[in-house]
Protein backbone atom coordinates (compact mmCIF):
# COMPACT_ATOMS: atom_id res chain seq x y z
CA UNK A 1 0.00 0.00 0.00
CA UNK A 2 0.87 3.72 -0.49
CA UNK A 3 -0.49 7.05 -0.38
CA UNK A 4 1.18 10.38 -0.67
CA UNK A 5 0.09 13.92 -0.85
CA UNK A 6 0.89 17.57 -0.95
CA UNK A 7 -0.63 21.10 -0.20
CA UNK A 8 0.78 24.25 -1.98
CA UNK A 9 0.19 27.77 -1.94
CA UNK A 10 1.29 30.52 -3.90
CA UNK A 11 0.82 34.20 -3.54
CA UNK A 12 2.07 36.52 -6.34
CA UNK A 13 1.22 40.06 -6.75
CA UNK A 14 2.41 42.63 -9.45
CA UNK A 15 2.16 46.66 -9.00
CA UNK A 16 0.92 48.18 -12.30
CA UNK A 17 2.97 50.87 -12.80
CA UNK A 18 1.69 53.37 -10.06
CA UNK A 19 -1.62 53.15 -10.97
CA UNK A 20 -2.95 50.35 -9.21
CA UNK A 21 -2.04 46.19 -8.19
CA UNK A 22 -2.78 42.36 -9.33
CA UNK A 23 -2.73 40.19 -6.63
CA UNK A 24 -3.23 36.08 -7.03
CA UNK A 25 -3.69 33.09 -4.90
CA UNK A 26 -3.40 29.86 -5.85
CA UNK A 27 -4.00 27.14 -3.63
CA UNK A 28 -3.77 23.99 -4.58
CA UNK A 29 -4.04 20.29 -2.74
CA UNK A 30 -3.46 16.72 -4.49
CA UNK A 31 -3.12 13.02 -3.06
CA UNK A 32 -3.36 9.55 -4.00
CA UNK A 33 -4.24 6.48 -2.39
CA UNK A 34 -3.12 2.88 -3.71
CA UNK A 35 -3.58 -0.44 -2.28
CA UNK A 36 -2.92 -4.25 -3.07
CA UNK A 37 -3.80 -7.25 -1.87
CA UNK A 38 -2.68 -11.07 -2.51
CA UNK A 39 -5.98 -13.19 -2.18
CA UNK A 40 -4.62 -16.62 -0.86
CA UNK A 41 -7.84 -18.27 -1.87
CA UNK A 42 -7.01 -18.13 -5.38
CA UNK A 43 -3.50 -18.74 -6.32
CA UNK A 44 -2.57 -15.98 -8.59
CA UNK A 45 -5.11 -13.45 -8.05
CA UNK A 46 -4.49 -9.98 -6.53
CA UNK A 47 -6.83 -6.70 -6.38
CA UNK A 48 -5.79 -3.16 -6.34
CA UNK A 49 -7.30 0.18 -5.73
CA UNK A 50 -6.03 3.72 -6.37
CA UNK A 51 -7.88 6.87 -5.60
CA UNK A 52 -6.27 9.85 -6.38
CA UNK A 53 -8.15 13.88 -5.90
CA UNK A 54 -7.31 17.11 -6.77
CA UNK A 55 -8.62 20.51 -5.36
CA UNK A 56 -7.55 23.84 -6.62
CA UNK A 57 -8.52 27.28 -5.87
CA UNK A 58 -7.89 30.81 -7.41
CA UNK A 59 -8.55 34.06 -6.37
CA UNK A 60 -7.58 37.46 -8.36
CA UNK A 61 -7.80 40.95 -6.75
CA UNK A 62 -7.33 43.75 -9.27
CA UNK A 63 -6.72 47.19 -8.28
CA UNK A 64 -6.83 50.15 -11.39
CA UNK A 65 -6.07 53.66 -10.06
CA UNK A 66 -6.55 56.54 -12.45
CA UNK A 67 -3.67 57.41 -13.97
CA UNK A 68 -2.13 59.38 -17.36
CA UNK A 69 0.57 58.53 -19.14
CA UNK A 70 2.43 61.76 -21.27
CA UNK A 71 5.04 61.39 -23.80
CA UNK A 72 8.15 63.10 -23.17
CA UNK A 73 10.35 65.46 -25.19
CA UNK A 74 13.74 64.40 -26.41
CA UNK A 75 17.06 65.91 -26.61
CA UNK A 76 20.63 65.02 -27.98
CA UNK A 77 21.76 64.79 -31.62
CA UNK A 78 19.80 61.58 -32.42
CA UNK A 79 17.18 62.69 -29.88
CA UNK A 80 17.74 60.04 -27.76
CA UNK A 81 17.55 61.60 -24.10
CA UNK A 82 14.40 61.88 -22.78
CA UNK A 83 13.90 64.95 -21.57
CA UNK A 84 11.52 65.92 -17.72
CA UNK A 85 9.21 68.39 -20.58
CA UNK A 86 6.03 66.87 -21.46
CA UNK A 87 5.36 67.40 -25.18
CA UNK A 88 1.94 69.65 -24.89
CA UNK A 89 -0.90 67.65 -23.73
CA UNK A 90 -0.05 64.61 -25.87
CA UNK A 91 -1.56 61.62 -23.71
CA UNK A 92 -0.19 58.27 -24.61
CA UNK A 93 -2.97 56.02 -22.37
CA UNK A 94 -5.18 57.24 -19.75
CA UNK A 95 -7.43 55.86 -17.17
CA UNK A 96 -9.67 57.94 -16.38
CA UNK A 97 -11.50 56.04 -13.44
CA UNK A 98 -10.49 53.65 -10.20
CA UNK A 99 -11.52 50.29 -10.57
CA UNK A 100 -11.57 46.78 -8.40
CA UNK A 101 -12.36 43.40 -9.99
CA UNK A 102 -12.22 40.16 -7.95
CA UNK A 103 -12.82 36.72 -9.27
CA UNK A 104 -12.96 32.94 -7.75
CA UNK A 105 -12.14 29.74 -9.39
CA UNK A 106 -12.34 25.93 -7.98
CA UNK A 107 -11.73 22.89 -9.72
CA UNK A 108 -12.34 19.62 -8.38
CA UNK A 109 -11.31 15.92 -9.71
CA UNK A 110 -10.82 12.34 -8.99
CA UNK A 111 -9.91 9.33 -10.45
CA UNK A 112 -10.93 6.08 -8.82
CA UNK A 113 -9.41 2.81 -10.41
CA UNK A 114 -10.18 -0.62 -9.11
CA UNK A 115 -8.57 -3.49 -10.58
CA UNK A 116 -8.20 -7.65 -10.56
CA UNK A 117 -5.40 -8.99 -12.00
CA UNK A 118 -5.13 -13.02 -12.35
CA UNK A 119 -1.68 -14.33 -13.28
CA UNK A 120 -0.57 -17.97 -13.48
CA UNK A 121 1.66 -20.35 -15.16
CA UNK A 122 0.18 -24.40 -16.14
CA UNK A 123 3.10 -26.00 -17.55
CA UNK A 124 3.72 -24.86 -20.67
CA UNK A 125 0.21 -22.55 -20.92
CA UNK A 126 0.91 -19.27 -19.19
CA UNK A 127 -2.79 -17.22 -18.48
CA UNK A 128 -3.52 -14.09 -17.38
CA UNK A 129 -6.55 -11.95 -17.31
CA UNK A 130 -6.97 -8.25 -16.17
CA UNK A 131 -10.17 -6.29 -15.39
CA UNK A 132 -10.56 -2.60 -14.29
CA UNK A 133 -13.32 -0.68 -13.22
CA UNK A 134 -13.10 3.24 -13.69
CA UNK A 135 -14.38 6.14 -12.55
CA UNK A 136 -13.40 9.97 -12.60
CA UNK A 137 -15.39 13.10 -12.32
CA UNK A 138 -14.30 16.71 -11.89
CA UNK A 139 -16.12 20.17 -12.02
CA UNK A 140 -15.23 23.92 -12.05
CA UNK A 141 -17.23 26.94 -10.40
CA UNK A 142 -15.95 30.40 -11.38
CA UNK A 143 -17.56 33.15 -9.89
CA UNK A 144 -16.09 37.33 -10.27
CA UNK A 145 -17.59 41.12 -9.74
CA UNK A 146 -16.21 44.50 -10.87
CA UNK A 147 -16.79 47.95 -9.60
CA UNK A 148 -15.87 51.15 -11.26
CA UNK A 149 -15.50 54.40 -9.32
CA UNK A 150 -14.51 53.70 -6.23
CA UNK A 151 -14.80 56.00 -3.37
CA UNK A 152 -11.33 55.38 -2.37
CA UNK A 153 -8.37 53.65 -3.85
CA UNK A 154 -6.96 53.04 -0.08
CA UNK A 155 -9.71 50.17 0.59
CA UNK A 156 -9.59 47.87 -1.91
CA UNK A 157 -13.28 46.00 -1.07
CA UNK A 158 -16.11 46.04 -3.27
CA UNK A 159 -18.11 47.70 -1.66
CA UNK A 160 -16.24 51.25 -1.60
CA UNK A 161 -17.67 50.91 -5.25
CA UNK A 162 -20.28 53.40 -6.73
CA UNK A 163 -24.06 51.86 -6.64
CA UNK A 164 -24.45 52.55 -10.20
CA UNK A 165 -25.45 49.28 -11.74
CA UNK A 166 -23.98 50.92 -15.55
CA UNK A 167 -20.66 50.72 -13.39
CA UNK A 168 -21.10 47.22 -11.80
CA UNK A 169 -20.83 43.83 -13.63
CA UNK A 170 -21.14 40.51 -11.96
CA UNK A 171 -20.44 37.18 -14.04
CA UNK A 172 -20.35 33.34 -13.33
CA UNK A 173 -20.00 30.01 -14.83
CA UNK A 174 -19.88 26.28 -13.77
CA UNK A 175 -19.21 23.05 -15.59
CA UNK A 176 -18.94 18.91 -14.79
CA UNK A 177 -16.94 16.39 -16.57
CA UNK A 178 -17.52 12.41 -15.66
CA UNK A 179 -16.65 9.06 -17.32
CA UNK A 180 -17.09 5.82 -16.52
CA UNK A 181 -15.30 2.21 -17.91
CA UNK A 182 -15.18 -1.18 -18.15
CA UNK A 183 -11.98 -2.92 -19.53
CA UNK A 184 -11.06 -6.70 -19.86
CA UNK A 185 -8.14 -8.23 -20.74
CA UNK A 186 -6.90 -11.57 -21.37
CA UNK A 187 -4.03 -13.31 -22.41
CA UNK A 188 -2.77 -16.87 -23.11
CA UNK A 189 0.55 -18.00 -24.52
CA UNK A 190 1.86 -21.80 -25.27
CA UNK A 191 5.51 -22.40 -24.82
CA UNK A 192 6.25 -18.69 -26.19
CA UNK A 193 5.19 -19.71 -29.54
CA UNK A 194 1.11 -19.18 -29.62
CA UNK A 195 0.11 -15.89 -27.98
CA UNK A 196 -3.47 -14.81 -27.97
CA UNK A 197 -4.75 -11.51 -26.65
CA UNK A 198 -8.49 -10.03 -26.37
CA UNK A 199 -9.40 -6.92 -24.47
CA UNK A 200 -12.45 -4.37 -24.66
CA UNK A 201 -13.41 -1.23 -23.32
CA UNK A 202 -16.96 -0.11 -22.21
CA UNK A 203 -17.15 3.53 -22.12
CA UNK A 204 -19.52 5.95 -21.05
CA UNK A 205 -19.38 9.43 -21.63
CA UNK A 206 -21.23 12.28 -20.12
CA UNK A 207 -20.94 14.33 -23.83
CA UNK A 208 -23.65 12.50 -25.76
CA UNK A 209 -27.24 12.01 -24.64
CA UNK A 210 -28.69 9.27 -22.79
CA UNK A 211 -28.89 5.88 -24.52
CA UNK A 212 -26.37 6.91 -26.76
CA UNK A 213 -23.31 7.12 -24.01
CA UNK A 214 -22.02 4.04 -23.41
CA UNK A 215 -19.57 2.58 -26.92
CA UNK A 216 -18.19 -0.90 -26.94
CA UNK A 217 -14.32 -1.39 -28.27
CA UNK A 218 -13.08 -5.10 -28.35
CA UNK A 219 -9.62 -5.83 -29.99
CA UNK A 220 -7.52 -8.75 -30.66
CA UNK A 221 -4.23 -10.11 -31.30
CA UNK A 222 -2.67 -13.08 -32.18
CA UNK A 223 1.00 -14.07 -32.98
CA UNK A 224 3.17 -17.04 -33.85
CA UNK A 225 6.68 -17.44 -32.87
CA UNK A 226 7.40 -19.75 -35.64
CA UNK A 227 11.69 -19.59 -34.82
CA UNK A 228 10.29 -22.03 -31.67
CA UNK A 229 8.84 -24.51 -34.24
CA UNK A 230 10.77 -27.69 -33.99
CA UNK A 231 10.66 -27.73 -37.74
CA UNK A 232 12.23 -24.52 -38.17
CA UNK A 233 14.71 -24.38 -35.18
CA UNK A 234 16.57 -27.64 -36.48
CA UNK A 235 16.28 -26.81 -40.19
CA UNK A 236 16.73 -22.91 -40.59
CA UNK A 237 19.46 -22.04 -38.50
CA UNK A 238 20.68 -18.80 -39.53
CA UNK A 239 17.39 -17.16 -38.52
CA UNK A 240 17.28 -16.73 -34.62
CA UNK A 241 13.41 -15.22 -34.22
CA UNK A 242 10.26 -15.19 -36.70
CA UNK A 243 7.30 -14.02 -35.22
CA UNK A 244 4.17 -13.53 -37.24
CA UNK A 245 1.72 -11.04 -35.83
CA UNK A 246 -2.13 -9.82 -36.44
CA UNK A 247 -4.48 -7.45 -34.71
CA UNK A 248 -7.79 -5.83 -35.18
CA UNK A 249 -9.14 -3.96 -32.65
CA UNK A 250 -11.99 -0.90 -32.51
CA UNK A 251 -11.27 2.52 -31.13
CA UNK A 252 -13.73 5.70 -29.65
CA UNK A 253 -13.38 9.12 -29.76
CA UNK A 254 -15.84 11.92 -28.00
CA UNK A 255 -13.28 14.83 -28.60
CA UNK A 256 -16.14 16.82 -28.65
CA UNK A 257 -18.13 19.83 -26.73
CA UNK A 258 -20.06 18.15 -24.54
CA UNK A 259 -24.40 18.54 -24.64
CA UNK A 260 -24.70 19.63 -28.42
CA UNK A 261 -27.50 17.15 -27.96
CA UNK A 262 -29.60 19.90 -25.84
CA UNK A 263 -30.58 23.28 -26.38
CA UNK A 264 -28.15 26.17 -25.41
CA UNK A 265 -28.25 29.16 -25.02
CA UNK A 266 -26.54 32.54 -24.34
CA UNK A 267 -27.09 36.07 -23.03
CA UNK A 268 -27.03 38.77 -25.91
CA UNK A 269 -28.20 42.35 -27.22
CA UNK A 270 -31.59 42.78 -27.36
CA UNK A 271 -34.11 45.10 -28.73
CA UNK A 272 -33.97 48.48 -28.11
CA UNK A 273 -36.75 49.91 -26.17
CA UNK A 274 -35.65 53.66 -25.12
CA UNK A 275 -32.61 51.80 -23.90
CA UNK A 276 -30.01 48.47 -24.91
CA UNK A 277 -32.21 45.30 -23.04
CA UNK A 278 -30.46 41.85 -22.92
CA UNK A 279 -31.83 38.58 -24.24
CA UNK A 280 -31.86 35.01 -24.41
CA UNK A 281 -30.54 33.25 -27.92
CA UNK A 282 -30.56 29.94 -29.39
CA UNK A 283 -26.65 29.09 -30.02
CA UNK A 284 -27.10 25.89 -31.05
CA UNK A 285 -29.19 23.26 -33.19
CA UNK A 286 -29.36 20.37 -30.66
CA UNK A 287 -28.32 16.57 -32.67
CA UNK A 288 -30.36 14.33 -29.76
CA UNK A 289 -28.67 11.41 -31.76
CA UNK A 290 -24.95 11.96 -31.36
CA UNK A 291 -22.53 9.56 -30.40
CA UNK A 292 -19.19 7.80 -30.50
CA UNK A 293 -16.61 8.39 -33.36
CA UNK A 294 -15.58 5.17 -34.13
CA UNK A 295 -12.10 3.56 -35.89
CA UNK A 296 -11.53 0.20 -37.47
CA UNK A 297 -7.98 -1.07 -36.95
CA UNK A 298 -6.28 -4.14 -38.58
CA UNK A 299 -2.38 -4.87 -38.41
CA UNK A 300 -0.03 -7.22 -40.17
CA UNK A 301 3.55 -7.64 -38.99
CA UNK A 302 6.59 -9.92 -39.41
CA UNK A 303 9.70 -9.67 -36.79
CA UNK A 304 12.77 -11.36 -38.07
CA UNK A 305 15.65 -11.99 -36.21
CA UNK A 306 19.82 -13.07 -37.63
CA UNK A 307 22.35 -13.80 -35.88
CA UNK A 308 21.36 -13.84 -32.56
CA UNK A 309 19.29 -11.27 -32.86
CA UNK A 310 21.73 -8.93 -33.58
CA UNK A 311 20.43 -8.12 -36.77
CA UNK A 312 16.90 -7.22 -36.33
CA UNK A 313 14.18 -6.52 -39.28
CA UNK A 314 10.47 -5.10 -38.60
CA UNK A 315 7.64 -4.60 -40.95
CA UNK A 316 4.15 -3.84 -40.72
CA UNK A 317 1.06 -3.24 -42.80
CA UNK A 318 -2.48 -0.89 -41.34
CA UNK A 319 -5.37 -0.10 -42.60
CA UNK A 320 -7.61 2.47 -40.28
CA UNK A 321 -11.39 2.65 -41.66
CA UNK A 322 -12.83 5.74 -39.16
CA UNK A 323 -16.78 6.10 -39.74
CA UNK A 324 -19.07 7.70 -37.67
CA UNK A 325 -16.74 10.60 -37.46
CA UNK A 326 -18.13 13.67 -35.33
CA UNK A 327 -18.39 16.39 -38.07
CA UNK A 328 -20.17 19.86 -38.51
CA UNK A 329 -22.17 19.89 -41.79
CA UNK A 330 -21.97 23.49 -42.06
CA UNK A 331 -20.87 23.77 -45.41
CA UNK A 332 -24.20 21.65 -46.54
CA UNK A 333 -26.42 24.78 -45.32
CA UNK A 334 -26.72 27.93 -46.91
CA UNK A 335 -25.19 30.97 -45.47
CA UNK A 336 -28.60 32.55 -44.43
CA UNK A 337 -29.42 29.38 -42.07
CA UNK A 338 -29.52 30.91 -38.55
CA UNK A 339 -28.03 28.16 -36.56
CA UNK A 340 -24.97 26.46 -35.75
CA UNK A 341 -25.06 22.85 -36.43
CA UNK A 342 -24.18 20.90 -33.87
CA UNK A 343 -21.44 17.88 -34.60
CA UNK A 344 -22.85 14.47 -36.19
CA UNK A 345 -21.86 11.30 -36.88
CA UNK A 346 -20.85 11.23 -40.23
CA UNK A 347 -17.90 11.56 -42.02
CA UNK A 348 -16.05 8.49 -43.43
CA UNK A 349 -11.82 8.57 -43.69
CA UNK A 350 -9.73 5.14 -44.75
CA UNK A 351 -5.76 5.09 -43.85
CA UNK A 352 -3.85 2.72 -45.29
CA UNK A 353 0.24 2.22 -45.38
CA UNK A 354 3.38 0.48 -43.71
CA UNK A 355 6.18 0.50 -41.44
CA UNK A 356 9.46 -0.96 -41.39
CA UNK A 357 12.96 -1.00 -39.72
CA UNK A 358 16.05 -2.64 -39.45
CA UNK A 359 18.89 -2.87 -36.82
CA UNK A 360 22.36 -3.89 -35.43
CA UNK A 361 23.82 -4.33 -32.56
CA UNK A 362 27.66 -5.64 -32.69
CA UNK A 363 30.23 -5.48 -29.92
CA UNK A 364 34.64 -5.96 -31.04
CA UNK A 365 36.39 -5.89 -27.54
CA UNK A 366 35.59 -2.77 -25.64
CA UNK A 367 34.08 -0.68 -28.41
CA UNK A 368 30.20 -1.46 -28.86
CA UNK A 369 28.32 0.37 -31.74
CA UNK A 370 24.93 0.43 -33.24
CA UNK A 371 22.59 1.04 -36.13
CA UNK A 372 18.61 1.46 -36.31
CA UNK A 373 16.73 2.64 -39.25
CA UNK A 374 12.53 3.35 -39.39
CA UNK A 375 10.86 4.45 -42.08
CA UNK A 376 6.55 4.64 -42.42
CA UNK A 377 4.51 5.95 -44.77
CA UNK A 378 0.27 6.39 -44.60
CA UNK A 379 -2.00 8.23 -46.82
CA UNK A 380 -5.37 8.98 -46.06
CA UNK A 381 -8.97 8.81 -48.31
CA UNK A 382 -12.02 11.21 -47.97
CA UNK A 383 -15.37 8.68 -48.51
CA UNK A 384 -17.88 10.86 -46.87
CA UNK A 385 -17.45 14.25 -45.72
CA UNK A 386 -18.80 17.56 -45.67
CA UNK A 387 -19.05 19.32 -48.77
CA UNK A 388 -20.91 22.94 -50.49
CA UNK A 389 -23.51 22.23 -53.10
CA UNK A 390 -21.97 22.90 -56.68
CA UNK A 391 -18.27 22.41 -55.32
CA UNK A 392 -16.73 21.31 -59.04
CA UNK A 393 -15.27 18.38 -59.48
CA UNK A 394 -11.36 19.25 -59.58
CA UNK A 395 -12.22 20.80 -55.95
CA UNK A 396 -14.16 18.13 -54.32
CA UNK A 397 -12.07 16.56 -51.68
CA UNK A 398 -13.65 13.07 -51.94
CA UNK A 399 -11.97 10.22 -53.27
CA UNK A 400 -8.67 12.31 -51.99
CA UNK A 401 -6.47 12.61 -48.98
CA UNK A 402 -7.55 14.73 -45.99
CA UNK A 403 -6.29 18.40 -45.28
CA UNK A 404 -6.04 19.46 -48.91
CA UNK A 405 -3.86 22.55 -49.78
CA UNK A 406 -5.70 25.04 -52.67
CA UNK A 407 -4.96 28.15 -54.19
CA UNK A 408 -4.50 29.61 -57.74
CA UNK A 409 -1.83 28.38 -60.06
CA UNK A 410 0.83 30.70 -60.40
CA UNK A 411 2.23 31.67 -63.72
CA UNK A 412 5.25 34.04 -62.48
CA UNK A 413 6.19 37.73 -61.68
CA UNK A 414 4.36 40.50 -64.11
CA UNK A 415 8.21 42.03 -64.25
CA UNK A 416 8.15 44.40 -67.38
CA UNK A 417 5.18 46.28 -69.86
CA UNK A 418 5.10 42.79 -72.31
CA UNK A 419 4.09 40.56 -68.83
CA UNK A 420 1.21 43.22 -68.12
CA UNK A 421 -0.16 42.73 -71.34
CA UNK A 422 -0.38 39.19 -71.62
CA UNK A 423 -0.70 38.23 -67.95
CA UNK A 424 -3.50 38.01 -65.74
CA UNK A 425 -3.99 39.01 -62.08
CA UNK A 426 -7.11 38.56 -59.58
CA UNK A 427 -10.57 40.09 -61.00
CA UNK A 428 -10.55 43.52 -59.66
CA UNK A 429 -7.43 44.47 -59.15
CA UNK A 430 -5.26 45.94 -61.79
CA UNK A 431 -2.14 44.15 -63.51
CA UNK A 432 0.73 46.46 -61.64
CA UNK A 433 4.47 45.63 -62.18
CA UNK A 434 6.09 43.21 -59.54
CA UNK A 435 2.47 41.27 -59.12
CA UNK A 436 2.06 37.79 -58.97
CA UNK A 437 0.34 36.67 -62.01
CA UNK A 438 -2.21 33.52 -62.02
CA UNK A 439 -3.69 31.16 -64.76
CA UNK A 440 -7.02 31.32 -66.21
CA UNK A 441 -8.37 27.85 -66.35
CA UNK A 442 -11.71 27.66 -65.39
CA UNK A 443 -15.13 29.42 -66.14
CA UNK A 444 -18.26 29.40 -64.19
CA UNK A 445 -19.58 25.94 -63.26
CA UNK A 446 -16.42 24.53 -64.11
CA UNK A 447 -16.81 26.02 -67.36
CA UNK A 448 -14.56 26.75 -70.16
CA UNK A 449 -11.53 29.27 -69.18
CA UNK A 450 -13.39 33.11 -69.48
CA UNK A 451 -10.35 35.13 -69.42
CA UNK A 452 -10.84 36.49 -65.67
CA UNK A 453 -9.04 35.28 -62.86
CA UNK A 454 -11.36 34.54 -59.67
CA UNK A 455 -12.20 31.80 -57.16
CA UNK A 456 -13.09 29.39 -60.02
CA UNK A 457 -9.63 29.08 -60.94
CA UNK A 458 -8.67 27.83 -57.56
CA UNK A 459 -7.50 24.57 -57.52
CA UNK A 460 -5.55 21.71 -55.66
CA UNK A 461 -2.39 22.83 -55.30
CA UNK A 462 -1.05 19.48 -53.35
CA UNK A 463 -2.61 16.57 -51.07
CA UNK A 464 0.24 16.12 -49.70
CA UNK A 465 -0.53 18.86 -46.06
CA UNK A 466 -0.17 15.83 -44.14
CA UNK A 467 3.30 14.00 -44.15
CA UNK A 468 3.66 10.69 -46.17
CA UNK A 469 6.92 10.00 -45.46
CA UNK A 470 8.22 9.63 -41.15
CA UNK A 471 11.88 8.23 -40.99
CA UNK A 472 14.33 8.22 -38.38
CA UNK A 473 17.63 6.71 -37.99
CA UNK A 474 19.68 6.11 -34.80
CA UNK A 475 23.57 5.60 -34.09
CA UNK A 476 25.10 4.54 -31.03
CA UNK A 477 28.37 3.92 -30.11
CA UNK A 478 30.71 2.96 -26.31
CA UNK A 479 34.13 2.64 -25.85
CA UNK A 480 34.42 1.55 -22.06
CA UNK A 481 32.69 3.67 -20.20
CA UNK A 482 32.25 6.56 -22.98
CA UNK A 483 28.97 6.50 -25.15
CA UNK A 484 27.66 8.12 -27.53
CA UNK A 485 23.62 8.12 -28.79
CA UNK A 486 22.81 10.22 -32.32
CA UNK A 487 19.24 10.20 -33.27
CA UNK A 488 18.25 11.83 -37.11
CA UNK A 489 14.72 12.39 -37.99
CA UNK A 490 13.52 12.77 -40.83
CA UNK A 491 9.92 13.83 -42.71
CA UNK A 492 9.13 13.36 -46.95
CA UNK A 493 6.28 13.66 -49.13
CA UNK A 494 5.30 17.16 -47.32
CA UNK A 495 4.21 20.13 -48.57
CA UNK A 496 3.62 23.59 -46.83
CA UNK A 497 2.13 27.40 -48.12
CA UNK A 498 4.70 29.41 -46.56
CA UNK A 499 3.41 33.04 -45.11
CA UNK A 500 3.82 35.80 -47.92
CA UNK A 501 3.98 38.99 -45.55
CA UNK A 502 6.55 40.29 -43.02
CA UNK A 503 10.16 41.59 -43.00
CA UNK A 504 12.41 38.51 -43.17
CA UNK A 505 15.46 37.63 -45.14
CA UNK A 506 14.05 35.89 -47.79
CA UNK A 507 12.60 39.43 -49.36
CA UNK A 508 15.99 41.18 -49.42
CA UNK A 509 15.76 40.04 -53.37
CA UNK A 510 12.49 41.00 -54.19
CA UNK A 511 11.11 42.71 -57.27
CA UNK A 512 11.53 46.43 -57.97
CA UNK A 513 12.74 48.59 -60.38
CA UNK A 514 15.94 48.72 -59.83
CA UNK A 515 15.91 44.76 -59.57
CA UNK A 516 13.40 43.30 -62.24
CA UNK A 517 14.71 39.96 -61.83
CA UNK A 518 13.99 39.47 -58.10
CA UNK A 519 12.97 36.02 -56.79
CA UNK A 520 9.83 37.41 -55.24
CA UNK A 521 6.96 39.75 -55.77
CA UNK A 522 7.22 43.35 -55.10
CA UNK A 523 7.33 44.28 -51.31
CA UNK A 524 3.86 43.43 -50.32
CA UNK A 525 0.86 44.91 -49.74
CA UNK A 526 -2.35 43.99 -47.79
CA UNK A 527 -4.65 44.71 -50.66
CA UNK A 528 -5.70 41.16 -51.14
CA UNK A 529 -3.65 40.66 -54.70
CA UNK A 530 -1.20 38.30 -52.66
CA UNK A 531 -2.94 34.59 -52.29
CA UNK A 532 -2.29 31.38 -51.39
CA UNK A 533 -0.91 29.87 -54.97
CA UNK A 534 1.66 27.62 -56.14
CA UNK A 535 4.03 30.35 -56.32
CA UNK A 536 4.35 30.40 -51.88
CA UNK A 537 3.89 26.23 -51.74
CA UNK A 538 7.28 24.63 -50.25
CA UNK A 539 8.63 21.37 -49.91
CA UNK A 540 8.68 21.00 -46.33
CA UNK A 541 10.67 17.78 -46.73
CA UNK A 542 14.02 17.37 -43.86
CA UNK A 543 16.00 15.81 -42.25
CA UNK A 544 17.21 16.58 -38.53
CA UNK A 545 19.87 15.70 -35.79
CA UNK A 546 16.90 15.48 -33.07
CA UNK A 547 18.88 14.53 -30.41
CA UNK A 548 22.72 13.55 -29.25
CA UNK A 549 24.12 12.18 -25.64
CA UNK A 550 27.43 11.92 -24.55
CA UNK A 551 27.94 11.17 -21.67
CA UNK A 552 30.88 9.36 -19.59
CA UNK A 553 31.55 7.16 -16.23
CA UNK A 554 34.15 7.51 -13.86
CA UNK A 555 35.88 4.37 -12.80
CA UNK A 556 34.92 2.79 -9.86
CA UNK A 557 38.28 2.13 -8.51
CA UNK A 558 38.85 6.08 -8.12
CA UNK A 559 36.36 6.84 -5.16
CA UNK A 560 38.53 3.75 -3.35
CA UNK A 561 36.24 3.22 0.23
CA UNK A 562 34.10 6.37 -0.64
CA UNK A 563 30.01 5.97 -0.17
CA UNK A 564 30.26 6.73 -3.52
CA UNK A 565 28.88 4.51 -6.20
CA UNK A 566 29.46 5.93 -9.76
CA UNK A 567 29.81 9.23 -10.84
CA UNK A 568 28.52 9.88 -14.83
CA UNK A 569 28.91 13.35 -16.83
CA UNK A 570 26.26 13.91 -19.44
CA UNK A 571 25.77 16.12 -22.44
CA UNK A 572 22.68 15.99 -24.37
CA UNK A 573 21.28 18.42 -27.35
CA UNK A 574 18.43 18.50 -29.27
CA UNK A 575 17.20 20.09 -32.32
CA UNK A 576 20.73 20.94 -33.11
CA UNK A 577 20.82 21.32 -36.84
CA UNK A 578 19.26 20.24 -40.27
CA UNK A 579 21.28 17.76 -42.66
CA UNK A 580 18.72 18.02 -45.16
CA UNK A 581 16.05 21.09 -45.94
CA UNK A 582 13.87 21.67 -48.83
CA UNK A 583 12.18 25.45 -47.37
CA UNK A 584 15.60 27.11 -46.69
CA UNK A 585 13.49 30.27 -45.94
CA UNK A 586 11.76 28.94 -42.80
CA UNK A 587 12.03 25.66 -40.38
CA UNK A 588 9.57 22.93 -41.23
CA UNK A 589 8.87 22.20 -38.17
CA UNK A 590 7.96 25.77 -37.19
CA UNK A 591 4.05 26.84 -37.61
CA UNK A 592 5.26 29.51 -40.63
CA UNK A 593 6.66 32.68 -40.99
CA UNK A 594 6.87 34.81 -37.82
CA UNK A 595 6.14 32.23 -35.30
CA UNK A 596 8.25 31.23 -32.70
CA UNK A 597 11.10 29.30 -34.21
CA UNK A 598 12.20 25.65 -33.41
CA UNK A 599 14.42 25.69 -30.31
CA UNK A 600 17.65 24.13 -30.02
CA UNK A 601 18.50 23.17 -26.20
CA UNK A 602 21.99 22.04 -24.52
CA UNK A 603 22.15 20.34 -21.42
CA UNK A 604 25.03 19.25 -18.91
CA UNK A 605 25.30 17.62 -15.71
CA UNK A 606 26.78 15.04 -13.24
CA UNK A 607 24.56 12.26 -11.50
CA UNK A 608 26.80 10.92 -8.45
CA UNK A 609 25.16 7.47 -6.71
CA UNK A 610 25.66 6.85 -3.27
Known amino acids: NAANGNFNTWHPGEVINDGGYVHKNNNSFNGIVALEYKIPVVPGLRAKASYSYNYNTITDKTLYKPYTVYDFGTTGANGHIITDSIIGSHV ?3 QAYSSLGEDYTENNSYQLDLYL ?12 ATGVYEQSESSSNEYGGTKQNLLTTAIDQLYIGSSDPNLTSFSGVASETGRLSYVGRVNYDFAGKYIFESAFRYDGSQIFPPGKRWGFFPSAAAAWRMSEENFFRDNVRWVSNLKLRASEGLLGNDAVNPFQ ?23 LYPNPNITWERTRSMNLGIDVGFLQNALTFQADYFTRHTYDMLLA ?13 PYENYGIVDVKGWEASAGYQGREGNITYGIKANIGYSKSKVSKIDVSPGTPSYLNPIGKPLNLITGYKNTGIIRNSDDMAKKLTLQGYPNALGELSYADLYGPNGGAPDGVVNANDQVILSDKSDPRYNYGITLNGGWKNLSIDLFFQGIGGWDKLITNNGVYQMWADHWSPTNPNGALPRAYISDGTNVASSFWLRNAGFLRLKNANVSYTLPRKLFGSTPISSVRFFFTGTNLFLLFDKMKVMDPEA ?20
Request: hydrophobic letters at 35%.
Open 591 to 610: AGLGYYPIMKNFTGGVNVNF
Open 117 to 128: VYDRQFGQHHVS
Open 92 to 94: ISQ
Open 329 to 341: RQLTVPATFGFTL
Open 261 to 283: YQESYTVNNGPLFGAATNAIAST
